[in-house]
């Protein structure tokens, strides 16, 4: 189950110890954020019709019409969350998620009642709801990358770290973690976008390296097979065959150079 991190509530204005303001030019532009849901009469949140989220440039207003029912973060605590839980906050055209549908009907209920609600349970259930909301984001955004392969920057270093470690056999979740995307997304991405799985890519650099290896040094055939993370000539050849029809050896007589 997934870990909830701590996320520091900012402190009111009131408590924070005052301090002469920075020049506008000074000051970043900082997101807030703000989930939308519908309210259907006295029922609540209408779970029939999704909500949405989106990053706002300014402070968000506390409701957008009166069949909505806004929950706003400000900057700070959305920082935040994206700090403490290493995710981004996106905006999201539709949230259909019954879990998110669920607090935020929680939410709902405290402030719309009567009583004051109690601050901290109030608090606690936006924080569940805006790391809710994070998960959202980032599932989205893999399935989203995932379907049309990898985003070039996804695709540039993966392949650069293949490239960078030619002489061992690298891990499905290693690439996948570098390009912030899990194991089974990265693995459909990546072959939609280099025409191969990573495993077998690496192996096409392998052998296209052992044949520069071959026609350009002196290097002893199993040095060449250890160099491109092959155990044994006879791995490195087997492979070489496939490839290219003919062994090492009868390569190195046809292409060596000099």
């Known amino acids: 189950m997934t870990q909830l991190a701590t996320i520091p509530i900012p402190r009111p204005a009131q408590d924070r110890p005052a301090s002469a303001p920075a020049p506008l030019a000074a000051v970043p532009r900082r997101d807030h954020a703000l989930a939308l849901f519908r309210v259907s009469g006295s029922e609540g949140i209408d779970r029939r ?32 969350a994206e700090s403490a839980h290493a995710m981004r906050f996106e905006p999201l055209p539709a949230i259909t998620d019954p879990e998110a549908h669920t607090l935020a009907a929680m939410i709902h209920t405290l402030v719309a009642g009567e009583a004051v609600p109690d601050p901290l349970l109030l608090e606690s259930l936006r924080h569940v709801l805006l790391w809710r909301l994070l998960l959202l984001a980032g599932e989205r955004r893999q399935q989203g990358e995932a379907r049309g392969g990898l985003a070039p920057w996804q695709a540039r270093r993966t392949a650069d770290f293949l490239a960078a470690n030619i002489e061992r056999r690298v891990p499905l979740g290693e690439l996948a973690a570098i390009a912030r995307l899990s194991p089974f997304h990265f693995s459909r991405a990546f072959a939609r976008t280099m025409g191969m799985p990573p495993y077998r890519y690496q192996q096409q650099l392998r052998i296209a390296r052992a044949a520069e290896l071959l026609a350009a040094s002196d290097m002893r055939i199993i040095e060449v097979a250890l160099a491109v993370g092959y155990e044994t000539p006879q791995a490195l050849a087997r492979v070489f065959v496939q490839q290219h029809g003919m062994t090492p050896s009868e390569w190195r007589r046809r292409h060596a150079r000099g």
Request: net charge neutral; hydrophobic share 60%.
């Open 49 to 80: 019709v999704a909500g949405r989220a989106l990053r706002v440039a300014g402070p968000p207003a506390p409701t957008e019409g009166s069949n909505w029912f806004a929950i706003a973060f400000d900057a700070a605590f959305l920082a935040a």
